[in-house]
């Protein structure tokens, strides 16, 4: 009766028969009869039935509840006899926005798990907030202006920020931009997020913040990979977060824009469903990350500042770029 329970409360998690056959490789058919063989047991309706939704009875929901704690203590306990929560060991699936992945995230989880060779990892890198409960994962990583407002439990691992960037080529055919006025006779690009809003730039400088329309773009992607290519291939004007751009700010492929703004700090966050018990892998994972992620964004940043160079206004451009750019231009 305990696998009928676990299989009724998986199709409550995902609201469908089908998402948990294919996780168990079985037919939805199976699974349904297994929800009404409990129902039976119990002389109780859990679920309504209609042939494109599935919703709890009040019985199915309390049922539920009680349930969910019940088999998190029988999970724990079966994890404390062969010391789940405390060696890691087993597969974790994680969520991370691609920038992070591709930047940070990824070389410090090859390095966990290479210290822990008993841990297997399957990483998805995509460019949305994942459900991390419906979709299987122990945890994602994010970048977001605000910690966001769900029942996940949440880690910060830092902050960081966005910057203006251009091609050197770019630059030298257009004009370096002197002031914040100055961008509206430029061609500004779009990065679309979706965790924030993605229509306008929200920049903080030396007289506070400041609000730069991108609503009209001739090019606008989800990608910061595409917004880059973009970028360097001299299309326009766009901004970038600063783990992002450092490698092509140090190469002088990209150049900084007014370096006395930049976008709103946002928050690194690791988020995992809220569990009244973390495997050990989890946990070990997000304290191994945090100690090595913190520190690398502070030296990061200390990097884009020192790239950054002079402020405007203390030269004739207002931008850091004329080291970049090709020579005889701008």
Known sequence: MLHNVRIFVRVVETGSFTAVANELNTTTGKISRTVTAL?????????????????????GDRYYRRMKAILADIDHANAEARNATTIPHGRIRIH??????????????????????DVSVELRVEQRMPNLVEEGYDVS??????????????????????????SGDYLARRGV????????????????????????????????EVSVPVAVSPFQANSARALTYSLLSGAGIGTLASYTVVSDLRSGALVRVLPQYRLHAFNIVALYPAR???????????????????????????????????????????????????????
């Not at 039976?40 to 709890?56: C, F, G, N, P, V």
């Not at 977001?144 to 949440?154: F, I, M, N």
């Not at 070990?284 to 520190?295: A, C, E, G, T, V």
Request: aromatic share 6%.
């Open 39 to 59: 129902e039976e047991h119990l002389s109780a309706a859990l679920i309504h039935r209609t042939t494109r939704h599935l919703s709890m009875t009040d019985t």
């Open 96 to 117: 991370s926005m691609p920038g992070l992945a591709e930047s940070h995230m990824t070389a410090a989880i090859v390095a966990f798990q290479a210290a822990n060779p």
């Open 141 to 166: 990583f994010i970048a977001a202006p605000k910690l966001p407002d769900s029942g996940y439990v949440s880690s910060l691992f830092g902050k960081s920020y966005g910057i203006l960037v251009a």
């Open 177 to 208: 931009p002197k002031d914040i006025a100055d961008l509206k006779k430029h061609t500004l690009l779009r990065l679309e997020s979706p965790v924030g809003p993605t229509d306008e730039w929200i920049l903080e400088g030396p007289d506070g």
């Open 276 to 330: 009244r018990y973390l495997d050990a892998k989890v946990a070990q994972l997000i304290d191994y990350l945090k100690d090595h992620i913190s520190p690398a964004l502070d030296e990061l940043h200390r990097t884009i500042e020192a790239i950054g160079g002079e402020p405007a206004g203390s030269g004739a451009h207002g931008a850091t770029v004329l080291r970049h750019v090709t020579p005889g231009a701008a």
